[in-house]
């Protein structure tokens, strides 16, 4: 089975603007990124995919493999996908850019889902892991996800899912992990549907996939890594990169 990971690398983030390009520690963020996806040693191709001759210039002049994507992308799944429509490949790993401390082992538990998979019944799927925190549970950026028995997605939503109605039950919360892994037609597929009402409302992308019947199949990690998503993120990077 080959696999690669694609990083989607936009460099005007709505919330943070050039945010992949700023220092934590001696590196900025996405090269972090990409050489810690690199150091995984699970990918026949790690590659970043971007939009900026910036972000370009910082993988390729550090000895990475990076590509320009040449449309204009509302999702890191379509930008990616322009890029993964002229590779031979079996199961593309969707890194996200702001995401500098990721891990081999929740990279290793998407895969396995796949290589376990001999009837390729699975055709997405992503990750979770267990939150307590009730400020975490409450933020609309901290997106919930409700699953089945047999852990496919049911819903994600940025609203608290599902509600305590009753005081007494014992609900478990999981927060999405962004990042995704795809057999190579399904992330082609997405790419032709238009956006649906969900997707549209909520601003998340991967509800595409729920809408047009397709399961994702969630994977649970103990795994929480820091996504830059504001200035307030990148300070607290910096901190934890000390201990890292």
Known sequence: ????????????????????????????????TYENTVATLLFDEVIVVTDSQVIFNEIVENGG??????????SGSERIAEAAADIDVDVIIN?????????????QKLLQVFQHDNNHHIEVASLMHEIKDGTLIADPNSVKIVVDKNLNALLFSRSIIPFKRDTTANVVYYKHIGIYAYRKEALMNFTRWKQTPLETCEKLEQLRYLENGIKIKMV???????????????????????SY
């Not at 690669?4 to 983030?13: D, K, M, N, Q, V």
């Open 1 to 32: 089975m080959k696999s690669i990971a694609l990083i989607p690398a936009r460099y005007e983030a709505t919330r943070f603007p050039g945010k992949l390009m700023k220092m934590l520690g001696e590196k900025t963020v996405i090269r972090h």
């Open 65 to 74: 493999y990076a590509i320009m994507s040449r449309g204009e992308y509302e």
């Open 95 to 107: 890194v996200q850019g702001d995401e500098p401390f990721v891990k081999r082992e929740p990279l």
């Open 220 to 242: 649970l990690t103990n795994e929480s890594p820091v996504s830059i998503d504001t200035p307030e993120d990148l300070e607290k990077a910096r901190k934890l990169l000390i």
